[in-house]
């Protein structure tokens, strides 16, 4: 992505709140492998991994953990906030990593595998991975749902148009739905022991314009944002406001609750 992530205060601070896994769900994969071969917890690589935010959450798990990602804007960001001794950063494509054949014990993709070569992201996965090491890739849905006194079904209302005004704009490598994307990729892994889940939601609180910042973040309205500046202002402003008179609030600053909703497949290499 050749997108500049980081513009604005409620934006950055939207992005590294947020566009990260959650722990609950690091702890799921950690317990998936726990399960497998519990003593194997070497070197995890988090392919595709940005700041890095997602990438240090392993650190407390793994001697080593390496983040690798296409961009190196992206990787200049990840020291500043996701530094641990344990935890390194190396720029590579997906499709290539700097491993040895079946050195790594886990690779995890959290919010990027739509973007790569998926098929050779797979059959790079499956090079560096040893015998019953594990493949994580998460994501989630799009379209974050509002949660705010009994106003909830309005807000989402708003919400909904704010997506579809966003949509022409998506990649066309991505089409409409990642979660599509996810579900192909899973059903082409050949190993035996995988699962799909899909059922994680994750409520977080934050002020109503950290949502709107979150919402920025991603490449849809940056896309909106590089071809029509003034267009993409106005349709924040536009559900700015439609949102706080639903909540008959003033400021933006009112908090209210997101619910994102994770999907994800875990598989162990046999
Ligand atoms: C939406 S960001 C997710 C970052 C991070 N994993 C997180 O959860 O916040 C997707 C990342 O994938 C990276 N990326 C896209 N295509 C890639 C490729 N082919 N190889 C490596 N990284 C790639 C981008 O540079 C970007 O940092
Ligand atoms: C990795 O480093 C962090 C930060 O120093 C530490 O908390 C963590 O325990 C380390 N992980 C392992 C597995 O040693
Ligand atoms: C690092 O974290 C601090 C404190 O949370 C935050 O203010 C700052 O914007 C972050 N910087 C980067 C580059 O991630």
């Given at each position: ?72 804007a992206q990787l200049e960001m990840a020291p500043i906030n996701s530094s641990a001794p ?185």
């Amino acid at each position: 992505m050749a997108v500049r992530l980081f513009e604005g205060k409620d934006h950055a601070a939207a992005y590294l709140q947020f566009r990260v896994a959650p722990r609950e769900l690091i702890s799921v994969i950690v317990s998936y492998m726990g399960k497998r071969t519990p003593k194997q917890f070497n070197l995890a690589v988090d392919v595709g991994c940005g700041s890095g935010q997602g990438t240090i959450l392993l650190a407390p798990y793994f001697p080593k953990v390496v983040g690798t990602d296409i961009s190196s804007a992206q990787l200049e960001m990840a020291p500043i906030n996701s530094s641990a001794p344990n935890v390194s950063y190396r720029q590579c494509p997906a499709e290539e990593l700097p491993f040895a054949s079946g050195e790594v014990d886990l690779v995890t993709a959290m919010t990027a595998a739509h973007w790569f070569d998926r098929q050779r992201f797979l059959q790079e996965a499956d090079r560096v991975l040893r015998p019953g090491g594990c493949l994580a890739l998460l994501s989630y849905t799009m379209d974050m749902e509002l949660e705010y006194g009994d106003v909830s079904n309005t807000l989402n209302d708003i919400c909904k148009e704010f997506y579809t005004a966003l949509l022409p704009f998506r990649n066309p490598y991505i089409g409409s739905s990642s979660h599509k994307i996810y579900l192909d990729m899973f059903d082409s892994c050949s190993y035996p022991d995988k699962e799909w889940n899909e059922c994680l939601h994750v409520k977080w609180t934050l002020p109503l314009s950290g949502y709107i910042g979150m919402v920025e973040t991603f490449s849809s309205y940056q896309k909106l944002k590089v071809k029509d500046p003034a267009e993409a202002e106005r349709l924040s402003e536009d559900i700015r406001s439609k949102l706080l008179s639903a909540m008959k609030a003033s400021s933006p600053d009112q908090e209210v609750t997101m619910v994102v909703k994770y999907f994800y497949w875990l598989a162990c290499k046999p």
